[in-house]
């Protein structure tokens, strides 16, 4: 059982090498490590392949104003494949490997710090990929309206509101994020209780993940940018 576990413990060593010194944590024993940026995380997977011992790698952004328990890839959607298969040969060649992946992880962690540097920036990126599906046309809507953008919050949570027509065949999470775009379509044109909306999404979003508590504010912008 070591000998199969060897390219896990190799993996842990390079991120504790490498992503450590840059804020990241381990989640439990699993191969997903997070970065806190308070209203948003950074999130690194080593992740296993079901066919071969071995990794690839995933980093992404994922915004907390959506509670969930679960580490999901929100930013860039579709793009959030680092690096390819790895594949354990011998010790001494996956740990120059797994150093190569969490030195990779580490430059695309300076990337999105740098792109998502400031809450224009994010509004920015994010209204580029609202067209991506109705989850980035919740999280445009966000970030529009705490970059000052209220009016174009307000767009993009209607768009959501009526992203497609009812049907009987709709899951129940579609159905509730349309009826969620309605509401803040109106709540977005009053600053005070859609940032108190956000505040307590981004304190329950923690919670869900366990992480500790957070006494910052959240950005906001009192004008158009």
Do not use: C
């Not at 174009?152 to 509101?161: D, I, W, Y």
């Not at 505040?199 to 940018?225: I, N, Q, T």
Request: charged fraction near 20%; proline fraction near 5%; aromatic fraction near 10%.
């Amino acid at each position: 059982m070591a000998a199969a576990n060897t390219h896990d413990r190799l993996i842990v060593a390079a991120a504790r090498q490498v992503l450590v010194p840059l804020g990241f944590a381990q989640k439990g024993r699993s191969r997903v490590w997070w970065a806190d940026q308070g209203w948003w995380a950074i999130v690194v997977e080593f992740q296993p392949s079901s066919w071969d011992r071995g990794s690839y790698l995933n980093v992404a952004a994922k915004w907390l104003w959506n509670p969930t328990p679960h580490w999901t890839f929100d930013y860039p959607p579709g793009r959030i494949r680092a690096a390819g298969f790895q594949k354990f040969l011998n010790e001494e060649q996956f740990t120059a490997a797994g150093l190569e992946l969490a030195t990779t992880a580490a430059q695309e962690t300076s990337r999105l710090r740098h792109d998502l540097a400031t809450i224009h920036l994010v509004a920015d990126k994010l209204e580029a990929t609202a067209t991506a599906g109705v989850w980035h046309l919740y999280h445009a809507g966000m970030a529009a309206f705490l970059a000052g953008r209220p009016q174009k919050a307000q767009a993009f949570f209607r768009e959501l509101g009526h992203a497609t027509e009812e049907d009987g065949n709709s899951p129940r999470w579609l159905h509730d994020l349309r009826a969620t775009g309605r509401e803040y379509a109106h709540l977005a044109a009053h600053e005070g209780p859609m940032l108190a909306r956000i505040g307590a999404l981004v304190k329950e979003s923690r919670a869900a993940l366990r992480l500790p508590l957070w006494h910052e504010d959240l950005p906001k912008a009192s004008r158009a940018v």
